[in-house]
Each structure stands twice: as structure tokens, then as C-alpha cells.
């Protein structure tokens, strides 16, 4: 069964929108770790942020932020004022204690964003 | 510093033969991991090292695949008698794993593609 469900394929905006990324998860562990990860035309995975299932605090970075919500199971992302170079596939990743790896990480199916100038 | 290279980065091969990537994971990372990516399945996990404990394989698809890492360091993925459902991008990742009491992120090298005709 599918973990992490990132159910937008594909975001388009114009430069200096705003985007949400959506990403819900699953897991029966009260310990486990969200991740996401950022994929350019490049094709290296790049971290952006970890956030661990106690701490529920919002998170902002610069023009990214982070809003985790165990109540709904979700941990969304929002690029704010999104640029070109923000054009890249974004992908969401569980990590949960009680499995066999503690550590590996389960991903999302990944959302491309696209942003025209 | 230098972060995680693999080799090589491409990767041709005839269908039946046998292949083997590796990886070089950042120095002092004690965890080292495998996934691969392709079009239809998405990021995968496939075999996760942590320190001189056994390797988790849970990941790996067949028996054709093997890895291991050498010195708690190096590592190489071995692909035998390859087949055309193997062609993605093979992505290796390391960490300081459990270390400092919580989960640490995972930093990727940029693949190997491999293509079986």
C-alpha cells in the first residue's frame, strides 16, 4: 500500500505565484520522519527538510515553508513567490520506526512543478 | 566537502549480462543506502547499510541484485543477468543515520543510468 500519496502530478504557475504542495501519509508509528526532497532538471535529489512526528511546528525557509498536521496526516509545502528555478519535481518521503530499516525512506510519487516567467 | 559520487554515470548494457555500480558515499556517514528510480515504480528503496550491522535487503526485487560495502565505506550495487525491466537510474544516498538521537537526512549522488537493450 502506498505510504505517501502526493495526488497533484503536475503544477503549473506563472512567476511569482504562490504554489502548495500537497502530501499525506500513512503510518500506524506514533515515531516517524517526514522528509521532502527537491528533483531539478538535473536530476539530483536535493534535501530540503526534515521534521520528526513530535515536533508539529510550522517551518519557513526563506520563500518555502512547511505545515505539518498529524491530525490529518498531511506535511504540505508552499513555495511563495515561486521563480524558474523552482521548476522541478518535488518529492515527499516517510521514514517509520518500526519498520525493518528504520531510516529507509518510502517517497511519493512526486509532483513536477513548472513555472513559466 | 565532496558529497556522494557514483559511477558510472551511464551505463549500456546487453540484456543477460552483468553490471555493477558504485558508490562513494560522504566520508564519516555511517549509513549508506540504494534505491533506484524508474517511470513506472517511481523511487524505490532497495538495501540500506548502517554501521557493521547486517544489511537490510528487503528492497531488493530479485536475487539478481546484491550489494555490498567494503571498510563500512564503499559500496557496489551488482546487477547479474540483467533484463530490460531493470533499465532506471540507480541512486545512491548516505548518512549519519541514528546519530545525535534522531534520524538524519539522507544527501544523494547525481545516479547511474543504466539502460539494458
Known amino acids: 500500500a502506498q505510504k505517501v500519496t502526493q495526488a497533484q502530478t503536475e503544477i503549473s504557475v506563472v512567476e511569482k505565484e504562490d504554489v502548495t504542495l500537497d502530501c499525506v501519509y500513512e503510518?500506524?508509528?506514533?515515531?516517524?520522519?517526514l522528509f521532502w526532497y527537491k528533483q531539478p532538471p538535473s536530476g539530483e535529489l536535493v534535501f530540503l527538510i526534515r521534521r520528526n512526528s513530535f515536533d508539529e511546528q510550522n517551518e519557513i525557509s526563506g520563500r518555502y515553508s512547511w505545515n505539518f498536521q498529524k491530525s490529518t496526516s498531511s506535511f504540505n509545502f508552499t513555495i511563495t513567490a515561486s521563480q524558474v528555478v523552482d521548476s522541478a519535481v518535488y518529492f515527499c518521503a516517510l521514514s517509520e520506526f518500526t519498520t525493518d530499516s528504520w531510516g529507509k525512506l518510502q517517497f511519493g510519487a512526486g509532483t513536477q512543478v513548472v513555472v513559466t516567467p | 566537502g565532496a558529497g556522494v559520487s557514483q559511477s558510472p554515470s551511464n551505463k549500456v548494457t546487453e540484456k543477460g549480462k552483468d553490471v555493477e555500480l558504485r558508490c562513494d558515499p560522504i566520508s564519516g556517514h555511517t549509513a549508506l543506502y540504494w534505491y533506484r528510480q524508474s517511470l513506472g515504480q517511481g523511487l524505490e528503496f532497495l538495501i540500506y547499510?548502517?554501521?557493521?550491522?547486517?544489511?537490510?535487503k528487503s528492497g531488493l526485487p530479485s536475487d539478481r541484485f546484491s550489494a555490498e560495502r567494503t571498510g563500512g565505506s564503499v559500496s557496489t550495487l551488482t546487477i547479474q543477468r540483467t533484463q530490460q525491466e531493470d533499465s532506471a537510474v540507480y541512486l545512491c544516498?548516505?548518512?549519519?543515520?541514528?546519530?545525535?538521537?534522531?534520524?538524519?537526512?539522507?544527501?544523494f549522488g547525481p545516479g547511474t543510468r543504466l539502460t539494458v537493450l
Open positions: 503510518t500506524r508509528d506514533t515515531t516517524y520522519y
Open positions: 547499510f548502517q554501521g557493521n550491522s547486517a544489511p537490510d
Open positions: 544516498a548516505s548518512s549519519f543515520g541514528l546519530a545525535g538521537g534522531g534520524l538524519n537526512e539522507q544527501f
